[in-house]
T-cell receptor, first 114, second 109 residues
């Protein structure tokens, strides 16, 4: 059981380039999330999805787009990368439920924009 | 908006207890969580507490919740070097978690 898998693990981009980060989960979870982690700022929510075909903005959505065409995949796109987007990106998923549900995280993607 | 704050660093000696604190502004979270992040890895769930509880104990971990002050704490008894990591508190709403800034715990041998 792979859990949550992110690709790539590392990437260096030049300012203005575009790229897509892929998150795949094999746990049939309804909810998926993209966070960025920066020193001293913790995890900040970029976008999230509550089901296939749906997406919503988080705290810091500007400069990013997302798509959830298949339930198991959540893609994060950077159309024109900026140095301010240098960060570690984490994807997470969890099942739908009104009770306690645990979020499962990928290993992260370290992105550097030069 | 929702805000979750933690102190950034904590250093303790091996064998001592560690107490990591968290304050939050949104009291609507049904559950409050503690996650652990080891170097180069994603976050893993440590423990959680239901919002109508005051305390939860789980082996070496004790979670205290003061709803009046909107304060959550995590106590780790007999702290070991393997406990060195970043600890995040988080509140959960209907759809999403909001994470704190994280506390980096360093355990000195």
């Amino acid at each position: 059981n792979a859990g949550v898998t992110q690709t790539p693990k590392f990437r260096v981009l030049k300012t203005g380039q575009s790229m897509t980060l892929l998150c795949a989960q094999d746990m049939n979870h309804e909810y998926m999330y993209w966070y960025r982690q920066d020193p001293g700022m913790g995890l900040r929510l970029i976008h999230y999805s509550v089901g296939e075909g749906t997406t919503a903005k988080g705290e810091v959505p500007d400069g990013y787009n997302v798509s959830r065409l298949k339930k198991q995949n959540f893609l994060l796109g950077l159309e024109s990368a900026a140095p301010s987007q240098t960060s570690v990106y984490f994807c997470a998923s969890r099942p739908r439920g009104t009770g306690h549900t645990e979020a499962f995280f990928g290993q992260g993607t370290r992105l550097t924009v030069v | 908006g929702e805000d979750v704050e933690q102190s950034l660093f904590l250093s303790v000696r091996e064998g001592d207890s560690s107490v990591i604190n968290c304050t939050y502004t949104d009291s609507s979270s049904t559950y409050l969580y503690w996650y652990k992040q080891e170097p180069g890895a994603g976050l893993q769930l440590l423990t959680y507490i239901f919002s109508n509880m005051d305390m939860k104990q789980d082996q070496r971990l004790t979670v205290l919740l003061n709803k009046k002050d909107k304060h959550l704490s995590l106590r780790i008894a007999d702290t070991q070097t393997g406990d060195s990591a970043i600890y995040f508190c988080a509140g959960s709403g209907t759809y999403k978690y909001i994470f704190g800034t994280g506390t980096r715990l360093k355990v000195l041998a």
